[in-house]
Structures are given as structure tokens and as C-alpha cells.
Nanobody
């Protein structure tokens, strides 16, 4: 099973990025999926979660109103649209299904002027 995250990069404060996570050899359509992040020198932090059909979404407090999680079960892909990025959003972002023990390799997001 592979969770291949992409879309990270370096942006200025106020910028946007869209992360994608393609899952291989595992069908996600029945699973809650998550984005978590790890800022430099800090612990893992919950970012967002989405229900199997996409009807329910949850966000960490600092992400509400700026981040949007989405999924395309036909493409076995998870997305995270991040707007109005701040320096404190700098982190490695992972897509995951923790209950299933599935974690991607992460993609680096750096927000800096």
C-alpha cells in the first residue's frame, strides 16, 4: 500500500497550495481519511479528516476557514486545499488512515517571506 502525497512547496504568507494524495493498492472509499502535519521540531498535529462519502469534514482550530479537505473515491485520491497560508503552517504534511495503520511519505510545505 502506498500513499503518495504531492503538491507541497514554498510559498509566501497569504499564498495557497493544493495537496494531493494518491493511494495505491488499497481502496479508500469505505475509510475516513486524514491529513496530519509535523512542524519542525514539534509533534504530529491533526489537520483535517473526511468521512468515506465526503459528507463530513473536520478541521483543526487553526485551519478552519482556510483549509478544505476533499476526496475523489473513483480516483482513490485525497486532497487538501490550503489558502491564506501562514508561517506557522510550515510542516511536513502526511495523508493517512491511522486506524488502518496507513501513512504516506509526507510532502513539505514551507511558508516564508
Amino acid at each position: 500500500v502506498q500513499l503518495q502525497a504531492s503538491g507541497g512547496g514554498s510559498v509566501q504568507p497569504g499564498g495557497s497550495l493544493r495537496l494531493s494524495c494518491v493511494v495505491s493498492d488499497f481502496t479508500i472509499r469505505k475509510n475516513w481519511m486524514y491529513w496530519v502535519r509535523q512542524p519542525p521540531g514539534k509533534d504530529l498535529e491533526f489537520v483535517s479528516a473526511i468521512s468515506p462519502d465526503g459528507s463530513e469534514t473536520y478541521y483543526g482550530d487553526s485551519m478552519k476557514g482556510r483549509f478544505t479537505i476533499a476526496r475523489d473515491n473513483a480516483k482513490n485520491t485525497l486532497y487538501l486545499q490550503m489558502n491564506n497560508l501562514k508561517s506557522e503552517d510550515t510542516a511536513v504534511y502526511f495523508c493517512s488512515d491511522p486506524p488502518a495503520g496507513l501513512w504516506g511519505q509526507g510532502t513539505q510545505v514551507t511558508v516564508s517571506s
